[in-house]
């Protein structure tokens, strides 16, 4: 069974950083796509960040201050937020896509609260 776990998440003060996990398991984890993806209550589901191969995408909203890492060998993928804004507030969800036949996969999601 494929499952995507997640870890990091937390209340953090504005300015602050939290570096989010992702473990991978289930999937041939090279062959997909992995991103970052956020909801806000109220709001759809956007995309963060994601990684494929050497390259990076990331929402305008998080450019600079937020980083995609992925390591093939432990099935992980990170997110680095630095520079944490109340806006940035939201349950992040690890999505992986497999290249080969499309399927997608989601983590349960993890809160991220940023405040004073």
């Known amino acids: 069974q494929v499952q995507l776990v997640e870890s990091g998440g937390g209340l953090v003060q504005p300015g602050g950083s939290l570096r989010l996990s992702c473990a991978a398991s289930?999937?041939?984890?090279?062959?997909?796509?992995m991103g970052w993806f956020r909801q806000a209550p109220g709001k759809q589901r956007d995309l963060v960040a994601i990684?494929?191969?050497?390259?990076?995408n990331y929402a305008d909203s998080v450019k600079g201050r937020f980083t995609i890492s992925r390591d093939n060998r432990e099935n992980t993928v990170y997110l680095q937020m630095n520079s944490l804004k109340p806006e940035d507030t939201a349950v992040y969800y690890c999505?992986?896509?497999?290249?080969?036949?499309?399927?997608?996969?989601w983590g349960q999601g993890t809160q991220v609260i940023v405040s004073s």
């Open positions: 999505n992986a896509v497999d290249i080969y036949d499309g399927r997608a996969y």
């Open positions: 289930g999937i041939i984890f090279s062959r997909n796509r």
């Open positions: 990684s494929l191969g050497g390259a990076t």
